[in-house]
């Protein structure tokens, strides 16, 4: 009965995200029943390449990395995979129609954090497209359902928050990234001397896209547009209190929005849904 090993490895991308964001999780809580589950798949697919560039560090990233991928097309070819998460993501590829070209470059992001990179602006581009523009443009697939009109319109602005969520997390991230993954991802910036200048720029350029991409929150279906506005209103949240903080607070610890907090701008927000004041 595969039906039942189909609701296995649904329930292992739910959990997935569960387990790693509440954030998401209770976003994707608020989109139509029927997406949910697609959403959970994405968001599964993307940890494991995540967990694996990020925590395997007693094992051979690269080689794994490069099974993960062989894996994941067979998996979409065959419509079916042994690994539950990536039978999961393969049902939404397939019954979406994602484009092979996004996952290819997701997975080459990836690779980028096998090593150590000097991010030039285009590289910072480069490896923003990958790890997160594709990943909202995946997202978007499953909103718009086929409509490729819509797709088109808001292909621009699930970038932008994709783009955003990335750069949020970049800042939250900066002192465990540079200190222990020996990582820098902002170009022309001195990780050992970060100062209030070199933030503030940084914060300038994620304050446009999170504009930007509420625009096309506005326009997105009903379908998803709840989940998906609760989800901007956690990382706009934390991003302004990223904000507050001066650079060597950033630099010496990780900054974050407590659960309790979060029910709060759950509420908060789904009152400006209801009122129509996003």
Not at 55 to 73: A, G, I, R, V
Not at 141 to 164: C, I, Y
Request: proline content about 3%.
């Amino acid at each position: 009965m595969k039906e039942r090993f189909d609701l296995l490895s649904a329930i292992c991308s739910k959990e997935t995200t569960r387990l790693y964001s509440t954030s998401f999780s209770m976003g994707i809580y608020f989109l139509n029943k029927e997406i949910r589950q697609p959403i959970y798949a994405i968001y599964g697919f993307v940890r494991l390449a995540d967990e694996i560039v990020d925590s395997f560090h007693n094992y051979p990233k690269s080689t794994m990395l490069e099974e993960l991928k062989k894996d994941c097309f067979l998996a979409i070819e065959r419509g079916i995979s042994i690994n539950p998460v990536l039978n999961s993501f393969q049902q939404v590829v397939n019954q979406y129609g994602i484009e092979h070209q996004l996952i290819s470059l997701f997975l080459k992001s990836m690779e980028m954090d096998l090593a150590e990179q000097d991010y030039t602006m285009e590289k910072y581009e480069e490896y923003i497209l990958g790890s997160a523009q594709v990943v909202g443009l995946m997202c978007l697939h499953v909103f718009t359902n086929g409509n490729q009109d819509d797709f088109e319109r808001l292909r621009l602005p699930a970038m932008k928050l994709g783009s955003a969520f990335q750069k949020v997390n970049f800042l939250r991230d900066v002192n465990a990234d540079y200190q222990e993954l020996s990582r820098s991802y902002f170009p022309d910036v001195n990780l050992s001397a970060f100062s209030d200048a070199d933030k503030s720029k940084i914060e300038q350029d994620i304050h446009q896209e999170f504009k930007e991409a509420l625009n096309g929150i506005r326009e997105l279906p009903r379908s998803c547009k709840k989940g998906v506005y609760l989800a901007y209103v956690y990382y706009h949240h934390l991003f302004r209190k990223i904000g507050k903080a001066p650079a060597e607070r950033v630099m010496s610890e990780r900054i974050r929005v407590s659960n309790g907090y979060k029910f709060w701008l759950m509420f908060d927000s789904l009152v400006r849904y209801k009122l129509n004041v996003m």
